[in-house]
């Protein structure tokens, strides 16, 4: 499997995880290490930003895992831009997973308070990774604001429906020049693993392993269909028929 590139970073694994909804701490770091994954996002509102003893970033920092804060929880751009200033200063990193959604029952990202903030938020010197719709046009716009990556959703998040969107998924990875990362809803290893063969570069899971029976033989399970998806990808799938197809000649010996 080749590696990914982001922003000049390169990543051997293609399974990014998420760190909410862990039974605890030590399970979460358990099946982090599982997955194999290099990039972890987390909550800015689910740490204490001014202490680096927070039990959480305690076992996060327990291994070489690239930190991806997120600002889960703003409402509007001007909240996403303050909440990824104070993440760079307490977490050291100028990476931000942006995510903007109002709406607390659904929490559907905002399309233009996030595209506001992703062109701020570059002018100031982040690697910005944007939440968002599975919406080609919005891809592309922030693709031409500078956004590192766009990581447009499966379905709601937490949802483990799957991939609901796997139409405009499809345009999103065929037309995009930077990383597709789908995130959020993926809710089995047979949903990455299909989101890797359409050809995404990587996904993101979080809730689907963190509320499994197990949790790290759920990362395993993830990290394993991650890596299928995207083998099958680069080796070239097959296209497919309405009708069959013989895999050997048919009537060629009864000519003989």
């Not at 990039?39 to 740490?47: H, N, P, Y």
């Not at 709406?103 to 982040?126: N, W």
């Not at 790290?216 to 296209?239: I, K």
Request: charged share 20%.
């Amino acid at each position: 499997m080749t590696s990914l590139i982001i922003a000049g970073k390169t990543f051997h694994s293609r399974l990014f995880t998420g760190t909410g909804k862990f039974s605890s701490p030590a399970v979460m770091e358990a099946a982090l290490r599982a997955s194999g994954t290099e990039l972890v996002t987390v909550a800015l509102k689910r740490v204490d930003l001014q202490h680096q003893s927070d039990p959480l970033l305690q076992h996060l920092h327990q291994d070489n895992w690239d930190l991806l804060p997120n600002t889960s929880g703003a409402r509007t751009a001007a909240e996403a831009v303050f909440a990824a200033q104070l993440a760079r200063e307490a977490l050291g990193t100028n990476w931000i997973k942006l995510e903007i959604h109002p709406d607390p029952k659904y929490l559907l990202p905002d399309p233009i308070e996030t595209l506001k903030a992703a062109e701020e938020l570059v002018k100031q010197g982040f690697v910005v990774l944007p939440y968002i719709h599975a919406d080609p046009v919005l891809c592309k716009r922030l693709e031409e604001v500078g956004a590192a990556a766009v990581m447009p959703l499966g379905s709601p998040i937490g949802s483990n429906k799957g991939l609901r969107t796997i139409d405009f998924l499809s345009i999103i990875i065929e037309q995009s020049q930077v990383p597709v990362v789908v995130d959020a809803g993926i809710g089995s290893p047979s949903d990455a693993a299909k989101a890797m063969e359409l050809g995404a570069d990587a996904v993101l899971v979080n809730t689907a392993i963190a509320v499994a029976r197990e949790p790290v033989r759920m990362a395993q399970a993830f990290a394993q269909a991650v890596t299928a998806g995207r083998e099958a990808f680069e080796a070239g799938l097959g296209s497919s028929s309405h009708q069959a197809v013989g895999s050997s000649p048919l009537l060629a010996f009864l000519d003989l």
